[in-house]
């Protein structure tokens, strides 16, 4: 099993050559086809997102699986192998399943703890499961990876505080009005920054939006965007009584709004008074803030409050490395099961624990002489080795081939080495005997003797 | 059966800890996986409060009404206004703050003496005055009242800290655990609201009982001036919100300043020995 990754992300390649290289879903089926076609790869799933395209395969060697992930890459796009190996990042081996977890809880992003990358690599999986590319790797793979992004997100907080102007500006007023559902907002001066975080703050619930402009027209064409009313600018203090939160932007060289204003306003109201300031000169007198009940950020607060979670998204993500690393441990206990040599010792593991327990049973029914003892157990040993030894060889070679898992998968099916986690039954006491049979196996090696007495 | 009150009070008191803690974990992290277990620990921990307090009482036949007494029965008040406020408001973090306080009641009922009861000592005119329905409902009302006051109290402090963060614009880690500034406000607004009329109420049957049996200069005793500073208190707080439209922060203030006066009025009647209401010592 060699895992193989061949991508591009917006750490790598500009956005000129990420956009050639996607892969819609209309064409994931016919793409995904066409590489698992191919002599060196077994499994596939590509990867496509507008940030980064990524192509995850199982190849029966490293070399040989990156080489022929790039020529399908170049092929399938029309573009010049040399020139495109310059933008792509080529990882192999168990570095392969720490990227795709750290993609998965979107450490690897853009703005890290953003929320969609999951759902994309989900249905990037998705359509190469309908494919039918993927095999026993990737679906344990892909899966343990979505187990990862999940608790990524329930158990560190990455992706819990607003990371954009806009947002932490919902998300202040959220602190201080709970649910936004009835309040009124005012636009003071029609900008497009303010429109936004208008944008926003309507999306989660706001009602009423009231827009004062200098200009009058701007703010009725505003306002019938946002289904408002349009104020004069001389009721400018008549609507910051009925307003709830403020978004101020207009390019006024003073301030728009002082506190000996504001004061007289605020002292009428028992709800309080949420104020952001986005212009630059700023609009808003720093002052008000001393008000009971106002509460004014402005444009550098905003950025404060984002740079500070930002900051705490960096502490969350070392939190889930930490994760990582954990379902890296997981994921490769599995995948040695999956290897040529576990597999074989646990084959031989298992024939000695018969061998001995058959053993004993004979032993204790006939009454035999230290020679004749000696004799029977090297009989014993000499059938169990005879047997395994055609099949652990051929198993060992076929490892080597582009199938090899497969004749694994097969030999610990017939031997009854099969993972049996989330079986019941019957699989409960195979599981108990292949435990038997570890416990041996790691006996002798602490012993430091072979498989056996056999010396196999 | 006094044997079987006590094992439930201490497995309560166990379960409030245990409610405590996972509150906390709540809070802390987030995580609303173990969040139920938190209402679960405090649901089983009242049923058996409820059930220590009834086996008690019909094992002394009927509620003795002392100090130690009173004071579960305060805690017993405030875990289920607690309980009424997550039903209404569908959040936890009030619990962390509320369930140890009803914790820390019952502990120091419990090292105060439930063995001490000072009713055995009591003159013949006491026992009289204690005889009657009146006194009582005197004693529930009030202990439901300081139980609203006490969330209000709670949701004010609330309220100045996360006052303070948003008038600091600091935005930091615990800012994101607090409930916003106006749920803070309306349920520290509304709790005073329920509970103001509630110790009207106990007061004036409290009165009503000590004219009745002639108590002399009953209005002179400790506890009844204390009282009386409570109940103007919150009449001001309710007064200068409705009229004056008082908000956010001279209101959490007084609210505050108003549950202090009931916690020193509690640590009085406990430990004063003079007046004629010293039932609760």
Known sequence: MHFVLVGLSHKTAPVAIREKLTFPAAVQEDALGRLTRLEQVNEAVIVSTCNRTEVYAVASSDDGGVDAVIGFLAEYHDLDRHELTRYLYIITGEAVVRHLFRVVASLDSMVVGEAQILGQVKEAYGHAQNTGTTGKAYNKLFRQSFEVGKRVRTETAIGESAVSISYAAVELAKKVFDALDGRTIMILGAG????????????????????????????????????????????????????????????????????????????????????????????????????????????????????????????????????????????????????????????????????QMELEKALRRLDLSDRDRKTVEALTCAIVNKMLHGPTARLKKAATGKDGYVYMDVARALYGLEDTEDRHGPGAFRNLLNMRAREIVEKQKETGEGIGDCGA | MLEVAFVAFWMAMALYAAATVLYVYHVVTKRVALSWYATFATGAGFLLHTASIGLRSSATDGTELSGSNVLVLMAWALVLVYFVLEHLVKRKVYGALLVPIALLAMLVAQIGGLSSTVLAELRPEQAALLDNWRVGIHVAVIAFANAGFLVSAAASLMYLVLERQLKNRRSSKFMSRLPSLTQTDTIARRAVLWAFPGYTAGMMLGALRAIETDVALWWADPRVVLSGLVWLVFATYQFLRWRRGWGGRQGAYLSLAGFVLVVILAVVARTVPSGFHIFGL
């Open chain 1, 192 to 355: 497009k920054m303010s429109e936004l975080t208008a944008k926003h703050l309507v999306s989660n619930g706001v009602t009423r939006v009231l827009v004062v402009n200098r200009t009058f027209e701007r703010a009725e064409e505003m306002a019938a965007r946002f289904n408002g009313d349009a104020l004069p600018y001389e009721r400018l203090y008549e609507a910051l009584g009925q307003a709830d939160i403020v978004i101020s932007s207009t390019a006024a060289t003073e301030y728009v709004i002082t506190k000996a204003d504001l004061a007289p306003v605020s002292r009428h109201r028992s709800a309080p008074l949420f104020l952001i300031d986005i212009a630059v000169p700023r609009d808003i007198d720093p002052a008000v803030n001393d008000l009971s009940g106002v509460f004014l950020y402005d444009i550098d607060d905003l950025s404060g409050v984002v740079e500070s979670n930002l900051e705490e998204r960096m502490v969350e993500a070392r939190r889930a490395e930490a994760i990582i690393d954990e379902e890296i441990g997981v994921f490769f206990s599995w995948a040695e099961s999956m290897e040529v040599v576990p597999t074989v010792a646990a084959i031989r593991a298992k024939a000695e624990v018969i061998r």
